[in-house]
């Protein structure tokens, strides 16, 4: 029994750190209605960012989530502002442009290979003041830089939660995702917001770098592992979801946990695959997906 | 010299080249470039059915190229079934996944869509890449399937050199080309466009647009599949992770793009563009800069898009309409 809520705790611990690389994809989705294929990369990007951050000045982990996640934020702000927008204006018209998925697919080459140019192939890890230690609730063993992520995973999907809920840069969100035009109408620079989306977005892909960092590697394709399953996640949870994304990355890191026990790991990722099909066949719009979206 | 006289002169020029470059090319590196140049044109081509013309962005078409060499390979080593008829069993059975997966995803919008393609992949790649046996079928999970060497033998799809690998991808790609540009003119081209941009509206005409969708993924899986069994037999050699990986899905959508969505020509001239850069770059620069080909491909691929939305088809044909108009207009024979 105690290996079964070992690895339940455990794959609650990682799902939320998934949920936490979905969240970012998910709110981009749900504000310019395009999938960012790049997704992998920021996140890769935020790694290195706070790999480099901590291996210098050997600050707290802690430490680093103010500064890595503001930075992250300037770069996807004008990403967005001077390689993808000038796309999307080319496609107003349409409500889910495909050709700016390609362009964030071009992104993503470009920075994976520039990272592998800048840093090499080889694997880094960094040891933080909280890397390998852990704490014992009862018979589980849990160890602290993923019950960290965790913590922080949470309080970061409610923070975004609350802002898009309480303030009117969000609420200017929220108008945006639901009814361009509408909003244009009422005088929401659309534009303007997307850059927000796309800033905020990649900050939240540098929270997730700086809480990943301290238990994991990093490296120039480091973003795909968690790419692909960052987009079973939030169609899972239902694109454009806050909540959907942190409970299917939850569902999936169960999944993975839990099936690892009877199983070889690569098995599980074929598992993983086969259920996301799955839902897709019988309820493709998720938990909590919008209907117009699929 | 009239235009229709132009554009004939010059597409039998364009084939006597393509006919009569081996006569030419000596190396057969150079020949093994060209050749999976149009093993690439011709998998666009196929990509093109349902990415182009039916308005949606499959992510996942390396898929189908397993599944073709897969099928052809496995029905060769343990029955000895000739790879030419394994090849069209391959087609059928693309086809046949094709309409199962396509069945309730062409139905989703564009994100949705590529996504599914992009997870119905992976997928399988993982599954292939776990089963070593599947039933009867020996699959030899990430290994991959090495095809034993039978010497020059039509039959057995095996050839010592490298001009009938070329003569048979090219007729390969003449024939998908002909294909598309007369399913671009047909009824069913006509009803995919209609459903591609405007699916509503296609519907409240009459037109059923998911069963033509439906269509146009079962052709393009067939003819994806055919070209897997070509690669398998042009290698000799191939496993899970190089034939059903992303790289190969992801290529082929960014020829398609550059080149020119839903263009007859498209794929071609995304392939003239992007194949040799490849290639060359891989050679020359990713000793001193891993990473930088990558790198060079990427920009490239956000550049066209920023400047040239529709692809490199659009202004080339442009171009060639007003050097046609040069050409033809002088010689005072208006018809």
Not at chain 1, 47 to 60: P, S, V
Not at chain 1, 144 to 163: I, N
Not at chain 2, 301 to 322: C, D, H, N, W
């Amino acid at each position: 029994m105690s290996a079964l809520y070992q690895s339940l705790v455990n794959g609650t611990m990682m799902g939320a750190m998934y949920g936490l690389t979905a969240l970012g994809l998910t709110l981009i989705f749900g504000v310019m209605k395009v999938v960012n294929f790049a997704h992998g990369s920021l996140l890769m990007v935020g790694m290195f960012a706070a790999y480099w951050l901590l291996k210098i000045t050997g600050m707290h982990p802690f430490l680093a989530l103010l500064i890595v996640p503001p930075l992250l934020f300037v770069f996807g702000y004008y990403l967005q502002d001077l390689v993808i927008k000038p796309v999307f204006k080319s496609e107003r018209g349409v409500r889910e442009p495909l050709t700016v998925i390609i362009v964030t697919t071009g992104v993503w080459y470009v920075l994976d290979n520039l990272a592998l140019m800048l840093f090499g192939a080889e694997y880094r890890t960094v040891r933080t003041a909280i890397s390998g230690t852990s704490f014992s609730m009862g018979e589980v063993i849990v160890s602290w830089p993923k019950f960290a992520g965790f913590v922080v995973s949470m309080l970061t999907a409610v923070g975004l939660w609350l802002f898009m809920l309480k303030t009117r840069t969000g609420k200017a969100l929220r108008a945006t995702s639901m009814d361009r035009e509408a909003a244009n109408l009422m005088g929401i620079d659309q534009y303007k917001i997307y850059n927000v989306a796309f800033g905020l977005g990649t900050a939240i892909a540098g929270v997730a770098g700086c809480v990943i960092i301290p238990f994991y590697y990093v490296y120039p394709s480091v973003g795909v592992v968690f790419d692909i399953r960052a987009f079973i996640i939030v169609v899972l949870g239902g694109l454009g979801s806050i909540p959907g994304a942190i409970l299917g990355g939850v569902v999936i890191g169960i999944i993975e946990s839990t099936f690892a026990q009877f199983m070889t790991s690569t098995w599980t990722e074929a598992i993983i695959y086969g259920i996301f099909l799955l839902i897709l066949f019988f309820k493709p719009s998720g938990f909590f997906g919008n209907k117009q979206d699929w | 010299m009239t235009r229709k006289q132009l554009d004939r002169t010059l597409l039998c020029v364009g084939a006597a080249v393509a006919f009569g470059l081996p006569q030419l090319i000596d190396s057969p590196t150079y020949l093994q470039i060209i050749i999976l140049l149009f093993f690439y044109a011709y998998l666009t081509s196929a990509w093109n059915l349902v990415g182009g013309f039916a308005g949606v962005l499959p992510m996942g078409h390396a898929v189908f190229v397993g599944i073709g060499a897969y099928t052809s390979t496995v029905l060769f080593l343990q029955y000895n079934i000739s790879p030419w008829i394994g090849m069209l069993a391959g087609g059928v059975v693309a086809a046949a996944i094709g309409v199962i997966i396509g069945k309730p995803t062409l139905k989703m919008r564009g994100a949705y869509f590529a996504l599914c393609t992009i997870a119905f992949a992976e997928g399988l790649r993982v599954m292939i890449e776990n089963i070593d046996m599947l039933g009867p079928f020996k699959l030899n999970g990430p290994r991959g399937l090495l095809i034993p060497l039978k010497g020059d033998s039509l039959a057995a799809f095996q050839f010592m050199h490298k001009e009938p690998y070329y003569y048979i991808i090219l007729i390969m790609l003449c024939l998908v080309l002909a294909f598309t540009w007369f399913i671009s003119r047909s009824k069913i081209g006509y009803y995919l466009g209609a459903g591609g941009e405007e699916p509503e509206a296609a519907e409240s005409l009459g037109v059923n647009v998911a069963n033509y969708k439906l269509l146009a993924m079962a052709m393009s899986c067939f003819l994806t599949a055919l070209a897997g069994t070509f690669y398998a037999q042009l290698m000799l050699y191939f496993y899970p992770k190089g034939l059903l990986g992303l790289d190969l899905s992801f290529e082929i959508a960014f020829i398609a793009l550059i080149g020119g969505r839903g263009t007859i020509a498209g794929p071609v001239i995304g392939a003239l563009a992007l194949r040799p850069l490849n290639e060359f770059t891989r050679i020359y620069l990713s000793d001193q800069l891993p990473g930088l080909h990558l790198v060079i491909f990427g920009l490239i691929l956000i550049l066209v898009m920023l400047f040239q939305p529709k692809g490199l088809t659009a202004p080339l044909s442009r171009i060639y309409e007003r050097l046609a108009q040069a050409i033809t207009t002088p010689g005072g024979e208006k018809s």
